[in-house]
């Protein structure tokens, strides 16, 4: 749904990435596993950077490319990430990728669904990253709502699922009613009396709320 163009011009701003991201860049394009766009981690940075987050809680790792975005705004503020993921093998590469970056030893990657993990943790947390099961967001909602502290940023990815959202042709059956729940939520958070929403044009849609 981006402008191709304007994707490009975009990336071609960004700073110098550090080895480690394009080593994570280059597996993602060769095992086709999704990680969120370099642009799209320069903005969770960004986000993490310019709210001073300390405490910030990821569902859904992938290779924890996403992560080493949020550790670079974190990290040197002593601040902590919490992550998890469901597939052993992907964990498995974040672990390897944050020893390469050493910050093994700061992130808590917790290995397991996060449809039974997320209603162990209490929070607070002031910035939380969702990039789970697209079909699951709506379900996720309320949660995170409720550990996310005042004040704090909620960030949804991939939101226009490769513009399906939008357009409404579904590529797949199955991709049918993790479409609708997308909308869904996407109505949900722009209404949410507790919540003041932006959906932005960036990657695959970020929907970007804060808790009032």
């Known amino acids: 749904m981006i402008n191709e163009d304007v994707r490009a011009y ?11 991201f394009l080593e994570m860049e280059r597996e993602a ?9 370099p642009e ?14 300390s405490r910030i809680l990821e569902v859904g790792t992938a290779i924890g490319y996403s992560t080493l975005w949020l550790a ?19 964990a498995e590469a974040a ?30 947390y002031d910035f939380i990253f969702l990039d789970a099961a697209k079909g699951k967001y709506v379900e996720f909602l309320d949660k995170c ?21 939008i357009s409404g042709e579904i590529d797949k059956r199955r991709n ?11 109505q949900m958070v722009m209404e949410h009396p507790k919540l003041e929403t932006v959906v932005l044009p960036l990657g695959d849609g ?3 709320s804060t808790k009032k």
């Open 10 to 20: 975009i990336r071609e701003l960004l700073p110098p990435r550090d080895a480690v």
């Open 29 to 37: 394009r060769e095992k086709i596993i999704p990680i969120v766009e």
């Open 40 to 53: 799209v981690g320069h903005l969770l940075y960004w986000l993490a950077l310019t709210k001073n987050s």
């Open 72 to 90: 670079k705004a974190v990290l040197p503020r002593e601040g902590n990430i919490t992550t998890m993921e469901i597939n052993a093998p992907r």
């Open 95 to 124: 672990r390897k990728y944050f020893k390469k970056a050493g910050i093994i030893d700061q992130i808590e990657l917790i290995f397991g669904d996060a449809r039974e993990l997320l209603y162990d943790l209490t929070g607070p």
């Open 145 to 165: 709502i409720e550990m996310l502290e005042p004040g704090g940023i909620l960030v949804a990815e991939d939101v226009f699922m490769k513009g399906m959202v």
């Open 176 to 186: 049918k009613t993790a479409v609708a729940r997308l909308r869904t939520y996407l």
């Open 206 to 208: 970020i929907a970007i």
